[in-house]
Nanobody, 125 residues
């Protein structure tokens, strides 16, 4: 059974930083595309960042480019999202997602097969 468990969320002031982690089990992590998505209250879930199986290719939403960094450690079956210069509009539940097959680093949610339960990130002004 595939499990994706996010951690690292919390409350931070604008301009601060957080690092999210997603520990994966039950899948061949080293060949899986991994992604981060978020859903703010009253809004649809949106793409944040993605990384291919080797870490050689990444993709970011325009709103986070230059502030967020996605990375992975295949030895630890973990993907990370380093979030710097946080803004109140980054407040959302952040979800980790995995694709069963290597598909590059796409933003399309339909390409991801497994999802975590999410971790809350709240940025105060």
């Amino acid at each position: 059974q595939v499990q994706l468990v996010e951690s690292g969320g919390g409350l931070v002031k604008a301009g601060g930083s957080l690092r999210l982690s997603c520990a994966a089990s039950g899948l061949t992590f080293s060949s899986s595309t991994m992604g981060w998505f978020r859903q703010a209250p009253g809004k649809e879930r949106e793409f944040v960042a993605a990384i291919n199986w080797s870490g050689s290719s990444t993709n970011y939403a325009y709103s986070v480019k230059g502030r967020f960094t996605i990375s992975r450690d295949n030895a630890k079956n973990t993907v990370y999202l380093q979030m710097n210069s946080l803004k109140p509009e980054d407040t959302a539940v952040y979800y980790c997602a995995a694709s069963r097959v290597p598909v590059g680093a796409p933003p399309a949610q339909r390409l991801y097969d497994y999802w975590g339960q999410g971790t809350q990130v709240t940025v105060s002004s």
